[in-house]
T-cell receptor, first 116, second 113 residues
Framework: ETGVTQSPTHLIKTRGQQVTLRCSSQ?????VSWYQQALGQGPQFIFQ???????GRGNFPPRFSGLQFPNYSSELNVNALELDDSALYLC???????????????FGPGTRLTVL | SQQGEEDPQALSIQEGENATMNCSYK?????LQWYRQNSGRGLVHLIL?????REKHSGRLRVTLDTSKKSSSLLITASRAADTASYFC?????????????FGKGITLSVRP
């Protein structure tokens, strides 16, 4: 069984650029959640995708967008990068049915984004 | 916004000692979870306690939940140097058709050999 993987590991961009981060969910999982973790802070929920549709969103502007593909892998896109976007971006997959049942989220190693 | 607030922010203990970490939260929850993170990398799920449970054990871990006080504690017994990491509590609440984890700022635990 393959765990959650993310690419790239590290990324350096400049203000105003756009970035795409990728996440491959664990085998059998149909839900992917993305989190942003600034230095010294806890992860903050960006959004969640369930069966290719956005299934909830945190307090992030529209320039943060995402996709989920038929194989349940996912992308996080950030447009018009700002310095404050520098953070560790984590994705987590689960076999959630988006109902009230808890399903453990398995986290990937993260992508460290630096915006200069 | 962060729901959970961990206490203390940093903890340094000697190997073999017990480590107690606390978490407080603000709103109603379905469950509370504790995670570990090594060196700013991915999060590892440690233990989950549901809102109708008061105590749970897993190996050297013991977690308690007091919903009346909106607080939880994580106890790591007989700590090891390998337990050195950041620990986060996260609350899960179901709103409509989705669920999300809301994390605290974390506790940095250092276990001295």
């Amino acid at each position: 069984e393959t765990g959650v993987t993310q690419s790239p590991t590290h990324l350096i961009k400049t203000r105003g650029q756009q970035v795409t981060l990728r996440c491959s969910s664990q085998s059998g999982h149909n839900t992917v959640s993305w989190y942003q973790q600034a230095l010294g802070q806890g992860p903050q929920f960006i959004f969640q995708y369930y069966r290719e549709e956005e299934n909830g969103r945190g307090n992030f502007p529209p320039r943060f967008s995402g996709l989920q593909f038929p194989n349940y892998s996912s992308e996080l896109n950030v447009n018009a990068l700002e310095l404050d976007d520098s953070a560790l971006y984590l994705c987590a997959s689960s076999s959630g049915t988006h109902t009230s049942s808890y399903n453990e989220q398995f986290f990937g190693p993260g992508t460290r984004l630096t915006v200069l | 916004s962060q729901q959970g607030e961990e206490d203390p922010q940093a903890l340094s203990i000697q190997e073999g000692e017990n480590a107690t970490m606390n978490c407080s939260y603000k709103t109603s929850i379905n469950n509370l979870q504790w995670y570990r993170q090594n060196s700013g990398r991915g999060l590892v799920h440690l233990i989950l306690i549901r809102s109708n449970e008061r105590e749970k054990h897993s190996g050297r871990l013991r977690v308690t939940l007091d919903t009346s006080k909106k607080s939880s504690s994580l106890l790591i017994t007989a700590s090891r140097a390998a337990d050195t990491a950041s620990y986060f509590c996260a609350t899960e609440a179901f709103t409509g058709a989705n669920s999300k984890l809301t994390f605290g700022k974390g506790i940095t635990l250092s276990v001295r050999p």
